[in-house]
């Protein structure tokens, strides 16, 4: 028999909650820089009225609104995937991969609860924000759950589309308060967008025989080890000039600039240990682990330099 507890654990699962909670930090920190920013419609002196100003409302609708569009693509990408996460190691433990016997949630349930998450991520975007922001997570959501999550299955490209939807936390976040896609919210984009994909890379580099068990067309799968790293170290390197992007369209200062050339140079260098080759699959798999750790206190340390800068005079 079912609890209310043990269902409401599962549909969490469903959200998964560790990207949730990443997308909803860089949401929420460019809702804070375009509150600061030039762009922002609120006057200068709203952030500092308290969590009940205009400028506050919106931001954390807009952040809210982020959240759940995230939480239910995650969703609905778990209901399309229902078949092949019992083929996978890292995904046969979800609510919908279980066997049918011990499967606590239906997949209508599953279902109803994901496209409820959409809707409503939509309709307080629409309703507290702004129909811009709105139609952004309407585009965002299509292109994770309906192109992205089919295409991977077909080709390794899927990496980079699902990067494009992927990134949309930070705009949503932007435009959710100034109303307008200027080019501060797309610098965050670009960020978030190119971080991604050495992110992604190395996951699917120690996951690999995982994704090629469920026939997911990755890069290590179809390209090899050693392409894979090469890839990781060009989009790493290129992510040393976008990182800055925020320093030199004005938006921060110099402070944020040095923080990012360092964690961005650091970032770049651990890549390259890649380059040097495995003497053995269980190597290439150490490395992966540990560029993939690095990618995760990368994000965080370059959002806090961000808004560090913003508060610092």
């Known amino acids: 028999m079912t609890t209310p507890g043990r269902l409401l654990r599962d549909l969490l699962t469903l959200t998964k909650p560790s990207v949730t909670r990443m ?3 860089t949401a929420a920190g460019a809702a804070w820089m375009a509150l600061r920013s030039a762009d922002s419609p609120f006057s200068p ?32 990408n778990m209901w399309l995937e229902r078949a092949k996460d019992p083929l996978m190691a890292r995904t046969r433990a979800r609510p919908l ?8 949630l239906s ?8 496209v409820g998450l959409c809707l409503l991520s939509l309709a307080v975007l629409w309703h507290y924000t702004n129909p811009l922001t709105a139609i952004l997570a309407a585009w965002a959501i ?9 295409l991977k299955y077909r080709t390794p490209l899927a990496l980079v589309i699902g990067a494009v939807p992927g990134a949309a ?7 959710a308060v100034t109303g307008d896609i200027d080019p501060g919210g797309l610098a965050l984009f670009a960020i978030l967008f190119v971080w991604q994909m050495p992110h992604f890379l190395a996951i699917t580099l120690f996951r690999q025989a995982d994704f090629a068990r469920a026939g997911i067309q990755c890069v290590p799968v179809v390209r090899g080890e050693f392409i894979t790293c090469v890839q990781a170290v060009l989009w790493s390197a290129l992510l040393v000039p976008i990182s800055l992007l925020p320093t030199v369209i004005g938006l921060t200062g110099w402070l944020y600039g040095g923080v ?12 390259c240990t890649g380059l040097r080759g495995f003497s053995s699959a269980a190597a290439s798999i150490r490395w992966a682990r540990r560029f993939f750790f690095a990618s995760l206190l990368y994000l965080p340390a370059l959002i806090a330099a961000l808004v560090v800068d913003v508060l610092v005079p």
């Open 23 to 25: 997308c909803a930090l």
């Open 45 to 76: 002196e709203t952030p500092a009225d308290g969590w009940c100003s205009p400028g506050f409302a919106v931001a954390f609708a807009g952040v809210i609104g982020a959240s759940l569009a995230v939480a239910g693509a995650s969703a609905l």
């Open 97 to 104: 991969a279980l066997p049918e016997a011990s499967r606590r």
């Open 107 to 114: 997949s209508g349930t599953a279902l109803g609860f994901a």
């Open 142 to 150: 299509v292109g994770y759950a309906l192109v992205y999550t089919p």
């Open 169 to 175: 936390p930070p705009l949503l976040g932007w435009t």
């Open 260 to 271: 990012a050339l360092a964690l961005s140079l650091a970032f770049f260098a651990c890549a």
